[in-house]
């Protein structure tokens, strides 16, 4: 999902960046929030903020023959919202744009957008909906997590598309262009994500149940009923 | 509860899966160099821009790494940042947790 640094045109680097910067000021003041209140959330920003690290680092292949990578932004999501998660997703994008070459500090904004924002925040939407349904918790999570992930790529397959109109067929056209490269790669991972990460809150649950039921991140009933089998 | 273990079952048949479908691509596309998608995204822009991709050059000088290797060490380092840090909380959770079992 990375925009190399360089292939955006300046002004649309510039717009990207004027919508990423309000959300981060926002997820930093969140994040205080948060943490004054809780000191125990850290460990789970901890882990949650973890898995962005590892899951971004790594770089699958897929089913186009090309490689891609996971995102990891959804239990963060799911856990603290999407804009704290903006903020982890910025640090472990800016240490890759600055030592890995893998983005650019000009297209840092249009890249915090896709996997920092309209990503968790698409996650996050399918969350919300299901949070209090009889749906099953672990699902709602795979769903949130993979949906996260699909609409990272989605966005950079747009943000390119509204730079690069195709000469016919303009966006619409070049947007398919790029869904076909980096849509298509992400589903297998997308996939694999969203069950990985159900299982690594499947173990954040038996573990610490406590700091989700402070954090109201599912209802008691769902937490409880996972708990006490385990 | 009859299915405790039913998650772990389906997370390693995903990745038997994925692994699967990852040998059965690279065995039919005798062709597939599995680069980066982000390199296809890149080529592709050069197309419908028409400006050859060497011709791209970064708005803000940007350091690249010298070389596959050490690109390659530092995406193992950014891993090693989280893998120690999703350690370091398991491992004070559980520990928590056997601390107010015993007490």
Known sequence: ?230 | MAYKYSLEILALIAVLVFCGLFLYTSSIMGNAEFAGSDTVGSEKISELSGIPEDKITPVIPQWVPPSGEIESALFALQAAIGGIMVGLVFGYWIGQKKGTNNT
């Not at chain 1, 955006?8 to 981060?24: G, K, N, Q």
């Not at chain 1, 856990?79 to 744009?97: E, K, N, R, Y």
């Not at chain 1, 070049?174 to 997308?190: D, E, H, K």
């Not at chain 1, 996939?191 to 649950?205: D, M, N, R």
């Open chain 1, 1 to 230: 999902m990375h925009i190399m640094e360089g292939f955006l045109p300046l002004h649309w680097a510039v717009f990207w960046w004027a919508i990423a910067l309000p959300c981060l000021l926002y997820g930093i003041y969140r994040l205080k929030k948060v943490l004054d209140a809780d000191r125990e959330a850290l460990p789970l920003l901890g882990v949650t903020g973890g898995f962005i690290f590892i899951l971004s680092s790594l770089k699958l292949p897929s089913v186009t023959g090309s490689c891609s990578h996971p995102t990891g932004t959804g239990l963060s999501t799911i856990c603290f919202g999407p804009w704290i998660t903006s903020v982890v997703c910025a640090i472990v994008l800016l240490f890759q744009a600055l030592f890995l070459a893998h983005g650019g500090l000009s297209v840092l904004g249009a890249n915090i957008v896709s996997m920092g924002i309209v990503g968790p925040l698409a996650g996050y939407a399918v969350y919300r909906a299901l949070r209090d349904t009889r749906v099953n918790m672990f699902l709602t999570v795979f769903l949130a997590c993979a949906i996260a992930d699909m609409f990272t790529y989605i966005t950079t397959s747009l943000e390119l598309a509204l730079a690069y109109p195709a000469e016919v067929g303009g966006i619409g056209s070049s947007f398919v262009l790029f869904m076909g490269i980096f849509a298509i790669t992400q589903v297998p991972l997308a996939i694999v994500e969203g069950v990985v990460l159900a299982l690594v809150f499947k173990y954040i649950v038996q573990l610490k149940p406590d700091i989700l039921l402070r954090m109201n991140v599912f209802p008691e009933e769902k937490i409880n009923a996972v708990r006490s089998d385990s």
